[in-house]
């Protein structure tokens, strides 16, 4: 991918009062900076922004320019993000900012997430704010959501480390595209994940959300195996590009087998959006498919989402196959 596409030279301004330095950046022989928060390793020049849009070059130094300034609010049900094993049935006040660091061609958020514009970010909310908020309005955590928090991490940790102070949890919503120096630091300060695993083959990744699929694995296992977050994953299953049986029953036997069967897994319904219109709804059946092949590998706790399927919304008990959890939206 050439540097015109990957790089914008529209100038950052360090002295907007919402832009601030960052840490994870080195300075190069060539005379360019590198970002290293995520695996695009994005090396620019005085004034450049990387593909994100939010992080670029001011000063010799990498900053952020989204640092207190959302895109907006919402009190959600934990089950939307989707977290069915973390405080279910209880609100948590979602919020994200602009830009991403990935490129997917079916964002379903495609208006905040490639966001070019800075009159996007609506709403400014120091940390303390939006923690005094959390409890104001009773909900039990903040996530992270809307875009990832990879591209806003500064931002998400001082909100996290607030809200922490008043005893509401914090979730990320991630695709889990992250560099391990900076992926330890946000998720040293998050209570659960989400994380976004997109598709199961390195050409679906590259070609389809111009990121690369082993660095995705390596957080998951990162979050499962050493740290104390909860984990669930999703993948929003779309036809025709990761809906085959065997990219399913790949993915599936890989989570049983690196993460152990009790990892919630969502499946959720692909609608026509952004630079996919062409590409038709995710039928029932295709979902239903999934969450059999996915129980049919050993996975115990398999959902479906963004249609109405109360089968594949509740929580079964692995032993007996009980109800214990009943569902229906």
Not at 117 to 144: H, K, Y
């Amino acid at each position: 991918m050439g540097e015109s596409a990957r790089y914008s030279t529209d100038r950052l301004d360090l002295g907007d009062p919402f832009t601030v330095s960052t840490r994870h950046w080195r300075a190069l022989q060539d005379g360019r900076v590198q970002c290293d928060v995520c695996p695009r390793e994005c090396r620019l020049r005085e004034g450049q922004r990387g593909l994100c849009f939010v992080r670029g070059r001011v000063d010799d130094q990498i900053v952020l320019s989204t640092y207190g300034r959302s895109s907006g609010f919402c009190v959600d049900p934990m089950e939307k993000k989707p977290l069915h094993h973390f405080l279910p049935g209880t609100p948590v006040l979602s919020f994200g900012t602009a830009g991403c660091n990935l490129a997917c061609r079916f964002c379903q958020n495609w208006d905040i997430s490639t966001s070019r514009r800075i009159d996007t970010l609506s709403q400014s909310a120091s940390p303390e704010a939006i923690a005094d908020a959390a409890v104001r309005l009773g909900c039990s955590a903040i996530a992270f959501t809307y875009n990832d928090p990879t591209v806003f991490a500064e931002y998400a940790i001082d909100v996290a480390v607030a809200c922490r102070e008043r005893g509401v949890r914090s979730v990320a919503v991630s695709a889990g595209y992250m560099k391990p120096q900076a992926r330890a630091e946000l998720y040293g300060v998050m209570d659960a994940a989400n994380i976004d695993l997109k598709g199961f083959t390195d050409r679906f990744y590259e070609k389809v959300a111009l990121a690369r699929l082993p660095e995705v694995l390596e957080t998951i296992e990162y979050l499962r195996h050493e740290t104390s977050v909860w984990l669930e994953l999703t993948t929003l299953v779309i036809p025709g590009h990761n809906d085959d049986d065997a990219q399913l029953t790949a993915e599936c036997e890989w989570i049983v087998d690196r993460l152990g069967p009790d990892v919630p897994v969502h499946f959720s319904a692909f609608h026509p959006d952004f630079k996919m219109r062409d590409v038709p709804r995710t039928p029932v059946e295709t979902l239903r498919r999934a969450r059999r092949i996915a129980r049919d590998a050993g996975l115990r706790y398999v959902y479906v989402g963004n249609v109405q399927d109360p089968e594949g919304q509740t929580t079964y008990c692995p032993g007996c196959e009980a109800a214990v959890v009943v569902r229906d939206r």
